[in-house]
């Protein structure tokens, strides 16, 4: 993409050209959520406007428009992670849901005393609390693998850690503290020479490179669709059908139900057993929308843009001797997520100083309490790109940053 391109692409997104403190918006919290194209602000508005109704439910044109535009975003969903079926593809309020729903609806009814749940300790509290409770009520055992001074995992450290005791595996594919990308294809393939069954949570990553569910042999697959442009209040659980077929329901009522009588119940097929309820039906336009979007751009252009830019804010953020990174150097192993500390002042205070530039990162233990006490720190601050992100933006930053060092006092 060149500068012309960004300069169209910017102009995408109106949220972007507006001012803060009379300073133009550079917007580095992505790995929190990201910003809507005029696209999917428009497809959202349009259903809202022309087609809300109830799907799977009235035969009248609203509620038959619904339905169409509801399960047509189930497909494109198929198509985006290349699931084998769209009854593999759940819709949920958010990654956390997803997982939530893997650990009640799996892990609370097949694991017995004694089996293991493997993660990583830099899992988000969505991808840890959940384990923690079905570790307690089945009197399961919650391993967790440790990094290298690099901030990337040992492959002994994987040996030691999955073992034929394992049952579950739950890793993200992209920490949203470090950058890190893990290796989670290899991760998954060992695991399942000992029996286990792997999560992915790809909040982080759905966004930034392409998901293929086969090739990576996940078992189940989550995302959110505000980090890759969509609404809040729509995600994804993507699962091996063999293993939502064997799986409880979740929740109870609406359009999962396939008969009630007084004293039992039957619940519908795939994927309605697990969405209850009137579903987010806007949200999945939007998020439809949004992949089109990511579509338009190319996976290819995306990551030679946030290579770039991750590569010179690195370059940029290393020139200054009081900023510690923490994540990996070397670009292949990481993504556009760089968390650090400015010596001698505590990462809120950063954030609330480079605000008043104009420039949003994000401040504190990012859902991430574990991984923090690892790091021996009680918090980061944290910027993250996506490609409509500039260098220029990167400079707000290290300026800004230059700043908060005068703001308290140390010069410059």
């Not at 910003?35 to 439910?57: D, L």
């Not at 669709?225 to 109870?252: A, D, R, S, T």
């Not at 007084?262 to 999945?284: C, D, H, I, M, R």
Request: charged share 20%.
């Amino acid at each position: 993409m060149n500068r012309v391109d960004i300069e169209r692409i910017r102009r995408d997104f109106p949220i972007l050209a507006q001012k803060i403190n009379g300073r133009t918006l550079a917007y580095l919290d992505n790995a929190a959520t990201t910003q809507k194209p005029q696209s999917v602000i428009n497809a959202v508005k349009e259903y809202n406007r022309r087609f809300n109704g109830n799907p799977h439910r009235g035969i009248h044109h609203l509620g038959v428009e619904a339905t169409r535009l509801y399960e047509a975003a189930r497909m494109k969903v198929k198509n985006f992670i290349n699931a084998d079926s769209a009854q593999e593809i759940i819709f949920t309020k958010n990654a956390t849901e997803a997982l939530n729903l893997i650990a009640y609806a799996y892990g609370m009814t097949f694991l017995e005393p004694g089996d293991e749940i493997v993660i990583t300790i830099s899992e988000h509290h969505s991808n840890l609390v959940c384990w923690q409770q079905v570790a307690k009520a089945k009197g399961g055992v919650l391993k967790y693998l440790y990094l290298n001074d690099d901030y990337t995992l040992d492959w002994e450290e994987v040996e030691r850690k999955i073992t034929d005791q394992t049952k579950i595996v739950s890793i993200a594919q992209m920490s949203n503290v470090l950058g890190t990308i893990y290796p989670v294809q290899e991760i998954a393939a060992y695991a399942h020479t000992k029996g286990a069954v792997v999560v992915v949570d790809a909040a982080q990553s759905a966004a930034h490179m392409p998901s293929d569910v086969q090739v990576l042999d996940a078992d189940f697959f989550v995302f959110s669709g505000h980090k890759m442009l969509g609404p809040m209040g729509i995600g994804v659980l993507y699962g091996k059908k063999e293993l939502l077929e064997m799986m409880p329901p979740f929740l109870f009522g609406g359009d999962m139900i396939e008969y009630v009588a007084e004293q039992s119940a039957s619940f519908a097929e795939l994927p309605y057993k697990f969405e209850a309820g009137t579903p987010n039906v806007e949200g999945a336009v939007g998020l439809a929308a949004a992949i089109d979007y990511l579509n338009q751009i190319g996976f290819k252009q995306i990551q030679a843009r946030e290579f770039e830019l991750t590569r010179y804010a690195l370059s940029k953020l290393a020139e200054l001797p009081y900023v510690k990174v923490f994540g990996p150097t070397h670009l292949v192993k990481r993504g556009p997520v760089i968390s650090f500390a400015v010596d001698g002042c505590h990462p809120h205070d950063t954030a609330s100083i480079l605000d008043h530039y104009g420039v949003a990162v994000r401040a504190g233990h990012h859902c991430a309490h574990p991984l923090m006490q690892f790091l021996n720190v009680p918090a980061t601050s944290r910027a993250s790109f996506f490609f409509y992100n500039t260098k220029a933006e990167i400079d707000d930053l290290i300026d800004g940053i230059k700043q908060v060092r005068r703001w308290l006092g140390y010069g410059s």
